[in-house]
């Protein structure tokens, strides 16, 4: 059932409190960096392990990118998103793994951005709060089926997945649909992403 816009910022509105808690609680950074290797499963025919991969771009690169870039704006974060994607994409390409998608490149520094937004211990502490409010939410079958819900005549497929996203046109544009609609309720990007894991679970 797709929701009215009021509805829609009332659903999200419903789990600030939990949201915030988690966010303030900022418990220490994993050792995955926010990646299980459940999801690198899907990131098949590698010469080397993704997740080791993933790790090491982390702590040579990622880090390092975020905390060279002030974010204040969502401009700001568009432009530290691109870095990310490409040194992560450069990194991988190193591997002999086998190219990424656009949907699976995005996600890795969709979740990175995510993970240091709602964790501490790490190098980039003074950038949680600009993510928090600012970074995009990664797109899975979770969001993607909260954007089917939240949004009138936005629909990705009926069983979303994140191969649903086959072009940067479409991730852009439901990257800012999302946007929009938290900062017209006034609250920081990711409650979506929270909103959504908690719709389907």
Wanted: glycine share 6%; charged share 20%; with cysteine.
């Amino acid at each position: 059932m797709l929701l009215s816009r009021t509805t829609a910022q009332k659903e999200l509105k419903s789990v600030v409190k939990a949201t915030e808690a988690e966010y303030r609680q900022g418990q220490s950074m994993p050792p995955h960096f926010g990646i299980t290797g459940s999801t690198f499963r899907a990131y098949r025919n590698c010469e080397e392990s993704p997740s080791k991969i993933y790790r090491q771009w982390v702590t040579t690169k990622g880090f390092e990118i975020v905390s060279s870039h002030r974010v204040t704006t969502r401009q700001e974060f568009a432009s530290l998103h691109k870095l990310l994607v490409a040194s992560f994409e450069r990194q991988w390409g190193r591997s002999g793994c086998r190219p990424l998608s656009l949907a699976e490149k995005h996600k890795v520094v969709d979740l990175f951005t995510k993970a240091i937004a709602f964790s501490s211990n790490h190098p980039c502490e003074d950038r949680r709060v600009g993510l928090y409010n600012f970074a995009n939410v990664p797109l899975d079958k979770f969001s993607l089926a909260a954007i089917g819900k939240l949004f009138y005549g936005i629909v990705v497929s009926d069983n979303p997945s994140m191969g649903n996203i086959r072009d940067l046109d479409t991730y852009d544009f439901l990257q800012s649909q999302i946007f929009h609609l938290t900062s017209d309720s006034g609250l920081p990007n990711l409650v979506f992403d929270y909103y959504a894991w908690n719709m389907t679970h």
